[in-house]
């Protein structure tokens, strides 16, 4: 019998960092940004969990009941009433899922400008799930006064540490902790992840808070990048399977919003220094492999038994990790192909680089990798198989591979 714990119990890799940001004398706002179900509320709760109880104001925007503006002001008004009774150790303000609010940037640099000049020590913590929105937010309003935290998925030690569960369960399943309660009931499991997780960014984050004239193409869109996570696929291509799909413009656009709310990347072409702006042919990523596996008809017991398309789920995890530690870590994530050569992908820090070639099973060819060192002598190269799979996914820094 396998076991999941609470994923209360668990401190994500983002807790410490934050905890120590608000020791500070004079912290900047924090701002804790990334997907839906990954465990933002549970982090503030530990958080808050070693202040006293009645130094803390934390509020969440799926509870307001009135205008945005309003509900941010009385919420700050009432951390000022407990600042003003003892202003020795200052106050706690946690906002959750501020982006729901409309406004929000602006009423908070009111605010928080207001208790700089008078010197007021009200420490604020934001939590966001929409990329897109919170980027606006803070580029309009917030400039000089806020630190961004990237909240990510699970990775395979955290993986670990909540289950029984092997590797090959983690590549399948991914990384959304609520999850994983449902991973001995696949049908549940999927329902969770459609309904939860998908419904709630594509029908919420997405379609709520940005304009897009075809939402049914967006979906139709996201089922097909999900579908082909770790491949890469052209514009035309995508246009040839969609109905409806419009102009290739259109595509790239969506699949951008798709990116910001942290469900599906299209990785740009490498081509020397940096990778390319724009490209006719992205390769699809899914920030987390279960949103290829939800959306997919295979079992785990029918995925993982079948060499091929088992393949394509490692490649895809892969990508997935590497796409959580870019959000972490800040280096730029590509691949690179030139004719029938092909590195699954490039990890770009700098003037460093390293590409990196998948294969599920143990070391086979290696040609693609011979043919990116040969185009570009400076660079690293690494090889992911079975013999350091595991190995890989253990790995808590990738910049460090780059040394």
Same mark, same amino acid.
């Given at each position: 019998?396998?076991?999941? $714990?609470? @994923?209360?119990?668990?401190?994500?890799?983002?807790?410490?960092?934050?905890?120590?940001?608000?020791?500070?004398?004079?912290?900047?706002?924090?701002?804790?940004? *990334?997907?839906?179900? !990954?465990?933002?509320? @549970?982090?503030?709760?530990?958080?808050?969990?070693?202040?006293?109880?009645?130094?803390?104001?934390?509020?969440s925007a799926d509870d307001a009941q009135v205008d945005g503006r309003l509900w941010i002001e009385h919420a700050w008004d009432e951390a000022r009433r407990i600042y003003q009774q003892d202003p020795q150790n200052g106050v706690l303000l946690l906002f959750d899922e501020i982006q729901k609010i409309e406004q929000w940037s602006e009423t908070i640099k009111k605010k928080w400008d207001e208790d700089i000049r008078k010197k007021a020590l009200i420490k604020v913590v934001l939590?966001?799930?929409?990329?897109?929105?919170?980027?606006? *937010?803070?580029?309009?309003?917030?400039?000089?006064?806020?630190? !961004?935290?990237?909240?990510?998925?699970?990775?395979?030690?955290?993986?670990?540490?909540?289950?029984?569960?092997?590797?090959?369960?983690?590549?399948?399943?991914?990384?959304?902790?609520?999850?994983?309660?449902?991973?001995?009931?696949?049908?549940?499991?999927?329902?969770?992840?459609?309904?939860?997780?998908?419904?709630?960014?594509?029908?919420?984050?997405?379609?709520?808070?940005?304009?897009?004239?075809?939402? &049914?193409?967006?979906?139709?869109?996201?089922?097909?990048? &999900?579908?082909?996570?770790?491949?890469?696929?052209?514009?035309?291509?995508? @246009? %040839?399977?969609?109905?409806?799909?419009?102009?290739?413009?259109?595509?790239?656009?969506?699949?951008?919003?798709?990116?910001?709310?942290?469900?599906?990347?299209?990785?740009k072409k490498f081509e020397g220094g940096r990778p390319r702006l724009r490209s006719s042919s992205p390769k699809l990523q899914t920030h987390n492999n279960a949103l290829m596996s939800a959306l997919s008809r295979r079992s785990f017991a029918e995925a993982?038994?079948?060499?091929?398309?088992? %393949?394509?789920?490692?490649?895809?995890?892969?990508?997935?990790?590497?796409?959580?530690? &870019?959000?972490?870590? %800040?280096? $730029?994530?590509?691949?690179?192909?030139? *004719?029938?050569?092909? #590195?699954?992908?490039?990890?770009?820090? *700098?003037?460093? !680089?390293?590409?990196?070639?998948?294969?599920?099973?143990?070391?086979?060819? #290696?040609?693609?990798?011979?043919?990116?060192?040969?185009?570009?002598?400076?660079?690293?190269?690494?090889?992911?198989?079975?013999?350091?799979? $595991?190995?890989?996914?253990?790995?808590?820094?990738?910049?460090?591979?780059?040394?």
């Open positions: 019998m396998q076991r999941y $714990e609470m @994923t209360g119990l668990i401190s994500r890799h983002w807790t410490p960092i934050l905890t120590s940001r608000l020791l500070e004398s004079r912290p900047l706002i924090q701002i804790v940004l *990334g997907p839906r179900q !990954v465990g933002k509320t @549970t982090s503030l709760a530990q958080v808050a969990s070693t202040w006293s109880d009645t130094r803390i104001v934390s509020k939590t966001g799930s929409s990329a897109l929105s919170i980027q606006k *937010g803070l580029s309009e309003s917030l400039a000089g006064r806020f630190e !961004v935290i990237a909240a990510t998925h699970l990775s395979y030690a955290e993986f670990r540490d909540l289950s029984d569960a092997d590797l090959d369960q983690y590549i399948f399943f991914g990384g959304y902790p609520g999850a994983l309660r449902f991973m001995s009931d696949e049908r549940r499991w999927r329902q969770y992840v459609s309904q939860s997780i998908v419904e709630s960014v594509l029908s919420r984050d997405l379609l709520m808070m940005t304009r897009v004239d075809k939402p &049914a193409l967006l979906r139709r869109l996201f089922v097909l990048a &999900a579908e082909y996570s770790g491949q890469i696929l052209s514009y035309q291509k995508m @246009t %040839g399977q969609l109905q409806d799909a419009g102009n290739t413009t259109t595509l790239a656009h969506y699949l951008d919003l798709l990116d910001q709310a942290f469900l599906i990347a299209g990785l993982r038994s079948e060499p091929d398309i088992w %393949g394509r789920y490692v490649e895809s995890a892969v990508g997935a990790h590497l796409i959580n530690q &870019a959000r972490v870590e %800040g280096f $730029e994530l590509s691949y690179w192909r030139d *004719g029938n050569f092909e #590195v699954d992908f490039v990890i770009t820090f *700098g003037k460093k !680089v390293l590409g990196m070639e998948v294969k599920s099973g143990r070391r086979g060819k #290696v040609s693609g990798l011979n043919a990116f060192s040969i185009r570009f002598p400076k660079a690293k190269t690494m090889l992911v198989d079975g013999d350091n799979l $595991e190995k890989f996914f253990m790995t808590s820094s990738i910049l460090k591979l780059l040394n």
